[in-house]
């Protein structure tokens, strides 16, 4: 989740598009090649995405405040990040209407417990916490907000298995607490969600890479496996992948 790959928040983006399904924290290749100690970013992401099968348009911006810093010798990046999403009805939902509002917050802070720049061999956990700060209201269809907390831990890290090869590899657990008492149907529960993902980047420059992936995840609602390709400008935070 470095300056040089500024694509992590892209994996909340794909989340809080659906919050009806809630899956595990999706992890972009290069997102634990850490940034240096003092290090401080603030960043907004954007999407846009179109769900013919849900006959859903949605638009997400996420404002993201990192620093770097060290602790008892770890390299630690606390960081809040802010959602505002915008929902609204397509074809024959489009009686549905819209809505605009703030998502959900979240609070993560990766630690690195293993650093070694020289080697480009890196490992990491990261604990997301969800806080049900978002726009919720049980009489709209659309909402911003999930009505309730949400607790992800995530290991992963990144190895150069050749000179202009990279692995990445992660797996994660979600925990979801009951929503409130006005969700919409009821308080509802979900089981714990689990998520494996691992990816290769063939580094073409300082700038540019090329990398493949695949992930699986279970959750309470369902399961879902994803394989991916793409490239990556580096250090920009554009990027082109297909899922």
């Not at 293993?114 to 269809?141: C, E, K, S």
């Not at 540019?208 to 990556?232: I, K, P």
Request: with cysteine; aromatic share 10%; proline share 6%.
């Amino acid at each position: 989740m470095p300056y040089r790959h500024l694509s992590l928040a892209l994996a909340f983006l794909m989340a809080l598009t659906a919050p009806s399904v809630s899956y595990a924290v999706d992890r972009d290749a290069g997102d634990y090649d850490p940034a240096k100690p003092g290090t401080n970013l603030a960043l907004v992401y954007l999407q846009h995405a179109e769900r013919d099968e849900q006959d859903v348009n949605t638009d997400v911006a996420i404002f993201r405040l990192v620093g770097y810093v060290q602790i008892a010798g770890l390299t630690v990046a606390p960081q809040v990040l802010v959602p505002v999403i915008a929902q609204r009805g397509l074809g024959d939902r489009a009686s549905l209407g819209r809505n605009t509002g703030l998502g959900d917050i979240i609070l993560a802070a990766p630690v690195w417990l293993v650093n070694r720049p020289q080697t480009n061999t890196y490992f990491g956990m990261t604990p997301y916490l969800y806080i049900p700060t978002g726009d919720y209201d049980p009489n709209r269809a659309f909402n911003a907000g999930e009505d309730r907390w949400k607790l992800n831990l995530q290991a992963a890290g990144t190895v150069r298995v050749a000179p202009k090869l990279a692995w990445d590899a992660g797996a994660d657990i979600t925990f979801y607490d009951k929503t409130g008492k006005s969700f919409a149907e009821g308080r509802m529960t979900q089981k714990v969600g689990y998520q494996v993902q691992s990816s290769l980047r063939y580094l073409v420059s300082n700038r540019f890479d090329l990398r493949g992936g695949v992930s699986h995840a279970e959750g309470g609602t369902g399961r879902r496996t994803r394989w991916s390709t793409g490239a990556s400008p580096r250090p920009s935070s554009c990027q082109a992948t297909c899922a």
